[in-house]
């Protein structure tokens, strides 16, 4: 069984998305540990209400979700998961990935993961991915351990820097970054 650690982070419109994802990764036998963001956790939004959406992600997983610097700790050294996905993962927390910034559950969960050299995988959903945060991207592309759910524009004429992951190639990019290896084509 795989013990994957799933960070949601903001990109409110892509976390219905998000958790039919999860659903399908639970039913194939994968034990999840959801983390949130601080944003992801408190706002409420168009999308829905962050009490709902825990509800949603704590009901699907079986588990009540890691939402602070402190629990987020643990995940590394006690040797939690096997894997990392963060999906979304949006500009404000791919720009801290890539700069090593730790300031939430998120980015704490994937420092505390990634010392124990084990994969991160990175499902982007940006407005700005191919703007300024175009370098934190190629950064991280270029990291060891870091792998990127195959991703294309969502909509180039009128969102000409978004980018947004092929949710459906989760699990095979999983797969792929156990083994080491980035799944391609990366860019669809």
């Given amino acids: 069984m795989i013990k994957l650690g799933f960070a949601i982070t903001g990109s409110f419109c892509t976390h219905k998305r998000i958790l039919e994802e999860m659903e399908k990764l639970v039913l194939k036998g994968y034990d999840i540990l959801p983390i949130l963001s601080d944003?992801?956790?408190?706002?409420?939004?168009?999308?829905?209400?962050?009490?709902e959406f825990i509800e949603k992600v704590e009901k699907?997983?079986?588990?009540?979700?890691?939402?602070?610097?402190?629990?987020?700790?643990?995940i590394g050294p006690n040797n939690l998961i096997d894997i990392l996905v963060v999906a979304p993962c949006t500009g404000n927390t791919?720009?801290?990935?890539?700069?090593?910034?730790?300031?939430?559950?998120?980015?704490?969960?994937?420092?505390?993961h990634v010392r124990n050299n084990k994969p991160v995988v990175i499902g982007i959903s940006s407005n700005?991915?191919?703007g300024l945060n175009f370098k934190n991207l190629a950064l991280l592309f270029n990291s060891k351990n870091f792998f990127f759910i195959p991703f294309s524009q969502?909509?180039?004429?009128?969102?000409?820097?978004?980018?947004?992951?092929?949710w459906e190639k989760t699990e095979?990019?999983?797969?792929?970054?156990?083994?080491?290896?980035?799944?391609?084509?990366?860019?669809?």
């Fill in 39 to 51: 944003n992801s956790f408190k706002t409420d939004t168009r999308f829905g209400e962050a009490k």
């Fill in 60 to 74: 699907i997983c079986g588990k009540k979700v890691v939402h602070t610097i402190t629990e987020a700790e643990k």
């Fill in 94 to 112: 791919l720009a801290k990935l890539a700069n090593a910034i730790t300031d939430n559950a998120v980015t704490m969960c994937a420092k505390s």
């Fill in 128 to 130: 700005d991915a191919m």
């Fill in 154 to 166: 969502d909509d180039s004429a009128k969102k000409p820097h978004s980018l947004v992951a092929k």
């Fill in 172 to 188: 095979d990019t999983i797969l792929d970054a156990l083994k080491g290896k980035q799944i391609q084509p990366v860019i669809e």
